[in-house]
């Protein structure tokens, strides 16, 4: 119960409204911190445009590993300066709502790179 009021608190936050950041919201919440794979249509998509609106709030900087990982979701705050201030005030929220409501970082994978 406690991880589906996050998911909705997430989920109705201005900006997620693409269904990979939907999807990202709810496996924070109820996947276990187990991988997430972009499917092969959202991985075409973030190789045509990774600044597309579609990702904005699922896949932040990306920082690709060397096990193929694309990026880590974890709404990790940042010092002041580093993210614009409201790009910064959104991940500390989300942060909170994470630690509140039993979110769990996960890395993120293209569909041929999950490890």
């Given at each position: 119960m406690k991880n589906a009021v996050g998911a909705s608190i997430l989920t109705a936050a201005p900006g997620i409204d693409s269904a990979v950041e939907k999807r990202m919201v709810?496996?924070?919440?109820?996947?276990?911190g187990?991988?997430?794979?972009?499917?092969?249509?959202?991985?075409?998509?973030?190789a045509q445009n990774?600044?597309?609106?579609e990702f904005s709030f699922g896949i932040g900087r990306a920082n690709p590993g060397a096990n193929g990982r694309i990026?880590?979701?974890?709404?990790?705050?940042?010092?002041?300066?580093?993210?614009?201030?409201?790009?910064?005030?959104?991940t500390r929220g989300a942060n909170n709502i994470g630690n509140t409501?039993?979110?769990?970082?996960?890395?993120?994978?293209?569909p041929t790179n999950k490890q």
């Open positions: 709810s496996h924070f919440f109820f996947g276990n187990q991988p997430f794979i972009l499917t092969s249509g959202e991985s075409a998509r973030y990774p600044l597309s609106s990026d880590v979701y974890d709404f990790d705050p940042q010092p002041w300066g580093n993210r614009t201030n409201f790009a910064e005030v959104a409501f039993g979110g769990q970082a996960f890395d993120v994978f293209l």
